[in-house]
């Protein structure tokens, strides 16, 4: 891969005579190698922790979970 960046990079660089074309070959580079899993960290503040507000439920989910247990998973 550097080898490539490097010889484009020299093409790139050397003056040409007039206007003549410029041809850069491109040679197909494998990487291997593991995908890592995005990491999260998440850290909560003591003063952040207010438990002074009420949560008010304007509507039953009940239903919704009843039809998703009835409902075939397939």
Known sequence: MITT????????LTPNAGAQARRIVI?????RGKIRKPEV????????????YQLEL??????????S???KPF
Do not use: C, G, W, Y
């Open 5 to 12: 960046l490097l010889a484009l990079s020299l093409t790139l």
């Open 41 to 52: 960290t998440l850290f909560v503040a003591r003063q952040n922790l207010d438990t002074d």
């Open 58 to 67: 304007h509507k039953s989910f009940l239903p919704r979970v009843i039809n």
């Open 27 to 31: 040679e197909e580079e494998v990487i």
């Open 69 to 71: 247990v009835n409902k």
